[in-house]
């Protein structure tokens, strides 16, 4: 045994000098100010500290720091006070360690890092909505006060998706969630793409594991293919830009698995439909540096000589780069094999920055590690309206959790003031989004606008290129209604704020009356009292019922004195067909919100959260399907435990399951089918075409009598001799209307059929 033990602990020091090894290799290659003592100490503290602890997979734990410091190092491209942090960022949470032992022995700096890592250690959320938001509050304070926080956080974030294998099933459902909420899109804000796409596919790897190696399968067989047209598609371009004397190389860009997939859900489409897999980048070393982006526009010039150019889809990202620093030149070109093909242009130095973000800058400056300073302008300048965000507190964290989200994923656009000055503004916004991204003032008393000098209302979604001049009134006051035609989260959280403060004069006024008429029906009045009221009129919080008796959206009578003297409202039920979309033969459905109760499981202490659940044709009542994505056998699933201690089945791709993984990661179950095509579930197939005689007649029969599966409601219309169906049938599971569509799609007319939720 003490052989063994031996052999096992030689085996795992070698294992950890070759991984700190090859950290120091990739180091000593960087332009980085050569600090290797630090970063040695560092390592061996941590290497003490980490002493004997093993990850799940088994292997010793100080590996996954040293895989994190690589990443840092040789992926994103930081220097030595980020190995450090990196080395260090579990130390504090995991032993007895401090931050002011860590300040002690290795300085200020890279003790705050390390604090700030720590806050937002075990990813950003914990059990509850608010605390998980809170947290995510915490890693944005910390990361305005010094971006390298978050930027080890995402390396943190990529090596344990990259060893997510050894998790149990529910445990990779909430982090894969929580990578695509939230560290994707923050990689992709930060101009991180390689890591961005990484991030995005090891997600879709474990959410969906048939769908992933489906889509690999298909990009490998068509791999010869692909490289045929590339070849054919470059060997012109590769003569004329010799010719031009350019020094260059020509890449073929795939899309990514995750990309595709997004791609097949959104547009529903087959794989075989998408023609943007393939792109092609051409990456060029300029003569003279400051001169590159003419040189971009001069191989523009000539490869669109051999090709024509899309005209609508040019786009021009070197005069205006994107707020992650991304600059290239995006032309579609006709290939002569009849395909749109689209080519990135862009220097040597763009490229960098497109692959590693900010930190790529680096390299390119003069001296040794950089601190961060202000001139990474556009980035700070996003983190100045972050910080705007947070200095507004709001009662409820998660709306300012997707308010952050929603500046995250949004594309932008280039406005113009009425001065001529350029505003960077999200894809989608409107003229009131304008209005408060230039003054709170301004915002708040905007009653129009006038873009490109014509008047337009307050709603109305700018473009690209537009002038705008925002009309004021001093009589104008914020609307309720102004929350929907916003999207950007400054303006949606200014808004909320003065909302927040009109409201609370409403509230008060609504409390008032409530007291009054406890009073005058001589009924004490109590917290629980008033909770019971709000509660008999679907409002969750007490505030927001004293907010409606103000507005005179609830006015108090009868029935409110009959629920307070114990009086029930009457049920009026069909809650539970709601859960439920699938029919039993033979069975009525029951409608009793009693008897529902008595059916749904309910969680106990005793449930092993580690192990799948499996649904049968026995247990199926016992569970909560959702008619946000309405989930039917086949599909990919999971269980959500609720608030009552039931479980709701979503499909993994849903919506509503993609916040709930993020947000309340410790209550997602692993859940399996185990079905023997026994019941019907409702599913609904749209069909597009040519209208023709007959057309409805092929369509019926093909569902009905060669596949023998009942219709239970026809949607048709013809406009136009175009043919728009939607045909709601029973099924026994996905794998049924996957035959279905493929036999809809031989019929001769219809152009598009796909399964809508």
């Given at each position: 045994m003490?052989?063994?033990?031996?052999?096992?602990?030689?085996?795992?020091?070698?294992?950890?000098?070759?991984?700190?090894?090859?950290?120091?290799?990739t180091?000593?290659?960087?332009?980085?100010?050569?600090?290797?003592?630090?970063?040695?100490?560092?390592?061996?503290?941590?290497?003490?500290?980490?002493?004997?602890?093993?990850?799940?997979?088994?292997?010793?734990?100080i590996?996954?720091?040293?895989?994190?410091?690589?990443?840092?190092?040789?992926?994103?491209?930081?220097?030595?006070?980020?190995?450090?942090?990196?080395?260090?960022?579990?130390v504090?949470?995991?032993?007895?360690?401090?931050?002011?032992?860590?300040e002690?022995?290795?300085?200020?700096?890279?003790?705050?890092?390390?604090?700030?890592?720590?806050?937002?250690?075990?990813?950003?959320?914990?059990?509850?909505?608010?605390?998980?938001?809170?947290?995510?509050?915490?890693?944005?304070?910390?990361?305005?006060?010094?971006?390298?926080?978050?930027?080890?956080?995402?390396?943190?974030?990529?090596?344990?998706?990259?060893?997510?294998?050894?998790?149990?099933?529910s445990?990779?459902?909430?982090?894969?969630?929580?990578?695509?909420?939230?560290?994707?899109?923050?990689?992709?804000?930060?101009?991180l793409?390689?890591?961005?796409?990484?991030?995005?596919?090891?997600?879709?790897?474990?959410?969906?594991?048939?769908?992933?190696?489906?889509?690999?399968?298909?990009?490998?067989?068509?791999?010869?293919?692909?490289?045929?047209?590339?070849?054919?598609?470059?060997?012109?371009?590769?003569?004329?830009?010799?010719?031009m004397?350019?020094?260059?190389?020509?890449?073929?860009?795939?899309?990514s698995?995750?990309?595709?997939?997004?791609?097949?859900?959104?547009?529903?489409?087959?794989?075989?439909?998408?023609?943007d897999?393939?792109?092609?980048?051409?990456?060029?070393?300029?003569?003279?540096?400051?001169?590159?982006?003419?040189e971009?526009?001069?191989?523009?010039?000539?490869?669109?000589?051999?090709?024509?150019a899309?005209?609508?889809?040019?786009?021009?990202?070197?005069?205006?780069?994107?707020?992650?620093?991304?600059?290239?030149?995006?032309?579609?070109?006709?290939?002569?094999?009849?395909?749109?093909?689209?080519?990135?242009?862009?220097?040597?130095?763009?490229?960098?920055?497109?692959?590693?973000?900010?930190?790529?800058?680096?390299?390119?400056?003069?001296?040794?590690?950089?601190?961060?300073?202000?001139?990474?302008?556009?980035?700070?300048?996003?983190?100045?309206?972050?910080?705007?965000i947070?200095?507004?507190?709001?009662?409820?964290?998660?709306?300012?959790?997707?308010?952050?989200?929603?500046?995250?994923?949004?594309?932008?656009?280039?406005?113009?003031?009425?001065k001529?000055?350029?505003?960077?503004?999200?894809?989608?916004?409107?003229a009131?989004?304008?209005?408060?991204?230039?003054?709170?003032?301004?915002?708040?008393?905007?009653?129009?606008?006038?873009?490109?000098?014509?008047?337009?209302?307050?709603?109305?979604?700018?473009?690209?290129?537009?002038?705008?001049e925002?009309?004021?009134?001093?009589?104008?006051?914020?609307?309720?209604?102004?929350?929907?035609?916003?999207?950007?989260?400054?303006?949606?959280?200014?808004?909320?704020?003065?909302?927040?403060?009109?409201?609370?004069?409403?509230?008060?006024?609504?409390?008032?009356?409530?007291?009054?008429?406890?009073?005058?029906?001589?009924?004490?009045?109590?917290?629980?009292?008033?909770d019971?009221?709000a509660?008999?009129?679907?409002?969750?919080?007490?505030?927001?019922?004293?907010?409606?008796?103000?507005?005179?959206?609830?006015?108090?009578?009868?029935?409110?004195?009959?629920?307070?003297?114990?009086?029930?409202?009457?049920?009026?039920?069909?809650?539970?067909?709601?859960?439920?979309?699938?029919?039993?033969?033979?069975?009525?459905?029951?409608?009793?919100?009693?008897?529902?109760?008595q059916?749904?499981?309910?969680?106990t202490d005793?449930?092993?959260?580690?192990?799948?659940?499996?649904?049968?044709?026995?247990?199926?009542?016992?569970?909560?399907?959702?008619h946000?994505?309405?989930?039917?056998?086949?599909?990919?699933?999971?269980?959500?435990?609720?608030?009552?201690k039931?479980?709701?089945?979503?499909?993994?791709?849903?919506?509503?399951?993609?916040?709930?993984?993020?947000?309340?990661?410790?209550?997602?179950?692993?859940?399996?089918?185990?079905?023997?095509?026994?019941?019907?579930?409702?599913a609904?197939?749209?069909m597009?075409?040519?209208?023709?005689?007959?057309?409805?007649?092929?369509?019926t029969?093909?569902?009905?009598?060669?596949?023998?599966?009942?219709?239970?409601?026809?949607?048709?219309?013809?406009?136009?001799?175009?043919?728009?169906?939607?045909?709601?049938?029973?099924?026994?599971?996905?794998?049924?209307?996957?035959?279905?569509?493929?036999n809809l799609?031989?019929?001769?007319?219809?152009q598009?059929?796909?399964?809508?939720?």
């Amino acid at each position: 045994m003490d052989d063994e033990q031996k052999k096992r602990e030689e085996l795992d020091e070698k294992l950890i000098g070759d991984a700190y090894q090859r950290l120091l290799d990739t180091y000593s290659a960087s332009r980085h100010r050569q600090k290797v003592d630090i970063i040695t100490k560092a390592f061996n503290f941590a290497k003490q500290a980490h002493k004997g602890v093993r990850r799940l997979s088994g292997e010793p734990y100080i590996l996954h720091p040293i895989a994190v410091a690589q990443i840092a190092c040789e992926e994103v491209g930081l220097g030595s006070t980020s190995i450090c942090a990196a080395l260090l960022h579990d130390v504090v949470e995991d032993t007895d360690y401090t931050t002011e032992d860590i300040e002690n022995i290795f300085g200020t700096k890279i003790a705050q890092i390390v604090d700030g890592l720590t806050k937002i250690s075990g990813g950003i959320f914990g059990e509850q909505a608010s605390a998980q938001a809170e947290n995510f509050k915490k890693l944005l304070l910390t990361m305005s006060d010094d971006i390298r926080v978050i930027l080890i956080k995402i390396c943190d974030r990529l090596h344990n998706m990259r060893t997510l294998a050894s998790q149990p099933a529910s445990k990779q459902y909430k982090i894969a969630g929580e990578t695509l909420y939230i560290y994707a899109p923050l990689a992709n804000r930060l101009g991180l793409n390689k890591i961005k796409t990484e991030l995005e596919d090891l997600s879709f790897k474990y959410e969906h594991p048939d769908e992933y190696a489906a889509i690999e399968r298909k990009l490998q067989s068509t791999q010869t293919s692909r490289h045929e047209l590339f070849d054919l598609f470059t060997s012109p371009i590769e003569q004329a830009l010799d010719k031009m004397g350019v020094k260059y190389v020509i890449k073929e860009r795939v899309k990514s698995p995750f990309s595709i997939w997004n791609k097949m859900q959104n547009k529903h489409v087959s794989f075989e439909e998408i023609y943007d897999i393939l792109a092609v980048r051409i990456i060029f070393t300029p003569k003279h540096r400051e001169d590159e982006i003419n040189e971009c526009f001069n191989i523009y010039v000539a490869i669109s000589q051999i090709y024509k150019a899309h005209p609508d889809r040019l786009r021009d990202w070197l005069n205006h780069p994107k707020a992650n620093g991304y600059q290239a030149l995006h032309v579609t070109l006709m290939s002569k094999q009849g395909r749109w093909i689209e080519v990135q242009i862009r220097s040597d130095k763009m490229d960098e920055i497109a692959e590693q973000g900010f930190a790529a800058h680096w390299k390119y400056k003069e001296g040794g590690e950089i601190e961060f300073t202000e001139d990474e302008g556009e980035l700070n300048e996003w983190l100045h309206t972050i910080k705007e965000i947070l200095d507004d507190p709001q009662p409820d964290a998660m709306d300012f959790l997707d308010a952050i989200k929603l500046n995250l994923f949004a594309s932008e656009i280039f406005v113009f003031t009425p001065k001529g000055e350029i505003k960077t503004m999200p894809a989608g916004c409107t003229a009131l989004d304008f209005a408060f991204s230039i003054h709170t003032f301004l915002g708040s008393h905007c009653i129009g606008a006038k873009v490109n000098h014509k008047l337009v209302p307050l709603s109305h979604k700018l473009q690209s290129g537009d002038q705008i001049e925002i009309l004021t009134s001093k009589s104008q006051h914020v609307q309720p209604s102004w929350i929907n035609f916003v999207s950007t989260a400054k303006a949606k959280a200014k808004i909320q704020a003065i909302l927040r403060r009109d409201g609370r004069e409403i509230q008060k006024r609504g409390e008032e009356e409530l007291r009054t008429f406890f009073k005058s029906n001589d009924i004490e009045y109590t917290a629980s009292a008033a909770d019971q009221l709000a509660t008999f009129h679907d409002i969750a919080k007490r505030e927001d019922f004293f907010q409606a008796i103000g507005e005179k959206r609830v006015i108090l009578g009868e029935r409110e004195i009959d629920i307070l003297s114990g009086k029930k409202k009457e049920h009026t039920g069909g809650r539970w067909r709601r859960f439920v979309p699938f029919l039993m033969n033979n069975t009525k459905v029951k409608q009793n919100e009693n008897e529902e109760k008595q059916t749904l499981l309910v969680v106990t202490d005793k449930l092993n959260r580690k192990k799948p659940i499996f649904i049968t044709d026995d247990n199926i009542t016992q569970y909560k399907f959702m008619h946000c994505c309405h989930p039917i056998p086949g599909d990919d699933v999971l269980g959500f435990i609720d608030n009552k201690k039931q479980i709701e089945i979503h499909k993994r791709a849903c919506p509503v399951a993609a916040r709930l993984k993020s947000s309340f990661g410790n209550r997602i179950l692993d859940a399996k089918w185990d079905m023997h095509k026994t019941l019907f579930f409702d599913a609904t197939v749209q069909m597009k075409g040519i209208d023709r005689i007959g057309l409805l007649n092929e369509v019926t029969n093909v569902i009905s009598r060669q596949m023998n599966v009942n219709i239970h409601t026809v949607n048709i219309t013809c406009d136009d001799d175009i043919f728009d169906g939607k045909f709601e049938i029973r099924v026994h599971d996905r794998e049924d209307v996957r035959v279905i569509i493929d036999n809809l799609k031989k019929v001769s007319g219809l152009q598009e059929v796909s399964q809508i939720m």
